[in-house]
């Protein structure tokens, strides 16, 4: 914690010459803040297609959905592990590229982020071709947004009780509680996974692993990438995310 401090406070001695400074590293994947209106919300989570289920078999269903959550998570903790490796001076253009750059220079951020998430895409379609494994390419592109994303809450948005892999197995967690409850319904037509997001929020919030670092915006976060990815794997057409939630 003491070291993510440091970094924070030395990143904040940058803003005075941030606007000249072209950082080589990683950057977000959208904005900094989270509307705060739950409809809205559950609305940039899931995008506005959700036509055909991708499973009627609630064991098909399950089975595939196990092993893409397991996927994800393994990647996501590869991820994070590198971010904990860069230099200090990364690190700290990285903390003032997440927290300032959409206001100070949004076309080089939004560069940025493009980069990144091709890149993240790249890793994700590599692993997935090491593993046999076939998914559609809009999934694979809004995984890289929850991979990133994940990442960004933990070395900016600090969770201070838990450590990156802990934080990434307690989501898993419960990501595969919300896709067996899916399981359940799958025969329902009327199946908008949207409606579950209060639900899921809740849950979360209830944890007793979570504490009183847990702001609003990151409990909101953790809700979305589960609602996106139970959308991801409970229907063909998910939507491409193009409004993924916000950081």
């Not at 001076?89 to 300032?100: G, L, R, Y």
């Not at 560069?111 to 998430?117: G, M, T, V």
Request: glycine residues 0%.
């Amino acid at each position: 914690m003491q070291l993510i401090q440091f970094l924070f406070f030395n990143a904040l001695l940058y803003i005075s010459c941030v606007l000249t400074f072209k950082s080589d590293i990683p950057s977000t994947s959208t904005a900094t803040s989270a509307d705060p209106n739950e409809e809205r919300n559950s609305e940039e989570a899931t995008g506005s297609s959700s036509t055909n289920l991708l499973y009627t078999s609630k064991n098909d269903f399950l089975l595939a959905s196990n092993k893409i959550c397991t996927f994800e998570s393994l990647l996501s903790i590869t991820y994070s592990r590198k971010m904990a490796k860069v230099s200090l001076s990364k690190m700290n253009k990285f903390i003032v590229h997440v927290t300032f750059g959409e206001s100070i220079d949004k076309e080089y951020y939004d560069r940025e982020n493009i980069a990144l998430i091709e890149d993240i895409k790249k890793l994700i379609k590599q692993s997935l071709q090491v593993r046999n494994i076939s998914y559609a390419e809009h999934k694979i592109h809004s995984m890289a947004y929850r991979i990133f994303q994940r990442a960004t809450n933990l070395y900016v948005f600090y969770y201070e009780n838990l450590s990156a892999r802990a934080f990434i197995l307690l989501e898993k967690k419960h990501t595969r509680f919300w896709l067996r409850q899916i399981s359940s319904v799958l025969d329902n037509a009327n199946l908008n996974i949207r409606d579950y997001y209060i639900k899921i929020k809740e849950r979360i919030n209830n944890d007793n692993i979570i504490t009183y670092d847990w702001d609003a915006k990151r409990i909101h976060n953790m809700t979305c990438r589960i609602i996106q990815f139970l959308s991801d794997l409970a229907f063909v057409d998910s939507s491409a995310y193009s409004d993924l939630v916000k950081i």
